[in-house]
């Protein structure tokens, strides 16, 4: 899968700032150079925002420490059930 997503990510990149490359023009070497610096923004901005949507999953230790807290809380709430019957 990790494979399959990469290829199709990097499919869909291409085809993206090609796009974008030849919606600008490709008439004059002005217009190639336009093209150019447009798709390069463009790319700065898709990756821009997948840093921000990686800074934004939490990391594993946090995942775990949260987890456990989960785990305690329920133990402490059977513990505190058996306790009252």
């Known amino acids: 899968m990790n494979n399959t997503a ?6 869909f990149g291409v085809a993206v700032l090609a796009s974008v490359f030849s919606a ?6 002005l ?24 800074l934004a999953i939490p990391g594993r230790r946090a995942v775990v420490q949260q987890s456990l807290a989960f785990a305690a809380i329920d133990s402490y709430e059977e513990a505190e059930v058996e306790l009252a019957s």
Do not use: H, K
């Open 6 to 11: 990469r290829e199709v990510g990097g499919v």
């Open 24 to 29: 600008v023009g490709l008439s004059t070497p």
């Open 31 to 54: 217009a190639f150079v336009d093209g150019m610096v447009a798709a390069v923004w463009v790319g700065a901005a898709i990756v821009g925002t997948g840093v921000f949507a990686a």
